[in-house]
């Protein structure tokens, strides 16, 4: 599975994964068949409830299409880059400066799709020589495709390995998040590799700030950070 590097506005670089076209083939045949069964399911209850003789043929057209033109663009927008199949595959639609793509972004992408539609095999082919695997929606809008099922690894997770005997020095840090938590370790881990002190000094900042604290004088600003996240995992292992 090929990766895709992303820059965060903290100049951190983030690796994830991006979506195979098998899966994005997937994904779209699962919605396709959520969509089926959903206008299964509505035609059914509107025959049943005799509504469908009192409407006109257009209009209980434009009824029935009104679902399917707001399912890709406004259901992805809410639910953060995901449909039904992409939330089953685990896959989600990412700008590729990291922002949230926005309505308009979704918009693009699905008018697009409407004419990739009837040439199938030249999307699949942008995607599969794409870089990014982008199909023309995607470079139209500025995204990317990304799996977020993947191999978690120790140096990856909120988790420091930490001494049996240790003994935690801020207990402020039992206000952070999980969240929280791998965001520092994601922003120090790549300032300390690019000896970034700019960047450790604004994180401690922020840190002190969040915690309602002052780092010790004295302690580095590698140190008081590495503290915070070993304190972090401490209490999380009591709990």
């Known amino acids: 599975m090929s990766e895709f590097k992303i820059q965060t506005a903290q100049n ?20 396709l068949l959520f969509l089926f069964l959903f206008y299964w399911l509505l035609i059914k209850a509107l025959e049943k409830s005799g509504i469908v003789d009192n409407f006109q043929t257009w209009a209980f057209v434009s009824i029935l299409m009104l679902p399917y033109f707001l399912y890709y663009p406004v259901l992805q927008y809410w639910n953060n880059g995901q449909t039904v199949g992409k939330m089953i595959l685990k896959l989600r639609v990412v700008k590729i400066d990291n922002s949230h793509p ?8 699905w008018i697009i799709r409407l004419f990739e539609i009837n040439t199938v095999p030249v999307a699949i082919i942008f995607v599969l020589i794409n870089e990014r695997k982008q199909r023309l929606g995607d470079m139209a809008a500025g995204t990317t495709v990304v799996a977020e099922k993947q191999k978690v690894r120790l140096t990856h997770s909120i988790f420091e390995e930490i001494d049996k005997e240790y003994q935690a020095t801020f207990p402020q840090v039992i206000s952070l998040t999980d969240s929280d938590a791998q965001l520092i370790k994601t922003v120090y881990r790549e300032a300390k590799q690019r000896h970034n002190k700019k960047v450790l000094k604004e994180l401690s900042e922020k840190i002190e700030q969040l915690l309602e604290m002052q780092r010790p004088k004295g ?21």
């Open 219 to 239: 302690m580095s600003y590698v140190k008081f950070i590495s503290t915070i996240l070993k304190d972090f995992n401490y209490y999380a292992n009591l709990q």
């Open 12 to 31: 951190v670089t983030l690796e994830q994964n991006l979506a195979g076209i098998g899966h994005r083939i997937g994904a779209f045949l699962l919605d």
């Open 102 to 109: 926005s309505i308009g972004d979704f918009l693009i992408r």
